[in-house]
């Protein structure tokens, strides 16, 4: 019987494509490593900053502000949100202790890289760092991080923060049971008449060795599409709700900080609020504000705070797959 042997060729092939690929890869290394040693301690000292000031400010202020965001954001991060309070009652302070261990052992490889970049072992006037190739100084930061780091405190902080995230995560997922409900639905409905008219053109159209991606490929997109709808209906009933609670948490500081500056308004604001209905006047007008606003800019975050907080957007839309996906 004879018989063809495109096997090794097609093995080459397969060798040489991620050949290439690292090197497209290592291209990025020195860049990506100037762009953290850079950015990411300014990252650190401004989250401990902003940390700081959130910790000294007067109860009744950081209720307000707490109030304000849940008003006018409770619908653009609604599952951040209720990982948040899970996390209060989960282990909050273990995560808090466990990103300032990981913050410091972060800070410490960056402060060592930043002298091995100065190093000219060969006196030659040029930084050792800038004549290697991208291999070489991909191994070099590599061995630095693994030299310098404490494995034992990472290890520990790890743990500490996927054991609260495990906690979390099953909370959210009972919070958001209909909304996973929902995509999943409407995901089955959507994939059964893309995969009888939809698949089979673009697997005409796609390399032979490439055809096993298509469904792949087709599952992630169906199910991106249903997570859409039903997070935005999600986000209509949590937008709402959140800007009741916001606004009431709003209006009750208010309402506090007049009391304890003896702010009477003309006898509105007497010392015990349940002898008053402003309050909960207040309440609602914070309420329509806050949901009106978030109606307005189609509960997602206007420019240019979308700038500022992608980071933040960036988690809401992981923690939205995850708790999905593993449905």
């Known amino acids: 019987k004879m018989s063809a042997k495109p096997a090794p060729e097609k093995k080459e092939s397969l060798q040489e494509e991620l050949t290439e690929a690292a090197k497209i890869v290592q291209g990025f290394i020195k860049p990506l490593v100037g762009f953290l040693t850079f950015a990411l301690p300014y990252a650190i000292q401004f989250s401990k900053q902003a940390f700081n000031v959130w910790q000294t400010l007067p109860k009744n202020v950081a209720r307000f502000v707490t109030g304000f965001i849940f008003c006018f954001f409770g619908g653009v991060y609604p599952v951040l949100f209720a990982a948040v309070q899970a996390a209060e009652y ?10 300032s261990v990981l913050a410091g052992e972060a800070m410490k490889i960056i402060e060592e890289s930043k002298k091995d970049d100065q190093v000219d072992a060969d006196h030659d006037g040029i930084k050792d760092v800038k004549e290697i190739s991208n291999k070489e100084f991909m191994m070099r930061k590599v061995t630095l991080v693994l030299t310098k780091i404490d494995p034992q405190k990472v290890d520990e902080a790890i743990s500490s923060i996927y054991r609260v995230w495990l906690s979390v995560a099953a909370v959210i997922s009972i919070q958001f049971a209909r909304t996973i409900a929902m995509a999943l639905t409407i995901s089955d409905f959507l994939k059964q008449p893309i995969d009888r008219f939809i698949a089979p053109t673009i697997e005409l159209a796609v390399p032979a060795q490439y055809k096993k991606w298509v469904p792949v490929v087709i599952g992630w997109v169906t199910k991106s599409i249903a997570m859409s709808i039903a997070w935005y209906v999600q986000a ?25 500056r003896n702010m009477k308004l003309g006898g509105l604001i007497p010392d015990n609020h349940e ?3 402003i309050d909960e006047v207040m ?45």
Request: contains cysteine; proline residues 4%.
């Open 275 to 277: 002898d008053s209905y």
């Open 90 to 99: 989960g282990g909050r302070k273990k995560v808090v202790e466990a990103v």
């Open 236 to 260: 209509v009933i949590s937008g709402f709700t959140s800007a009741l609670a916001g606004g009431l948490m709003m209006a009750r500081s208010f309402y506090d900080f007049c009391v304890h």
């Open 283 to 327: 309440s609602y007008g914070f309420a329509a504000l806050g949901f009106y606003f978030q109606v307005m800019n189609n509960f997602s975050v206007p420019f240019p705070l979308n700038l500022l907080l992608w980071p933040i957007g960036f988690i809401e839309y992981y923690l939205r797959w995850t708790i999905t996906k593993a449905k």
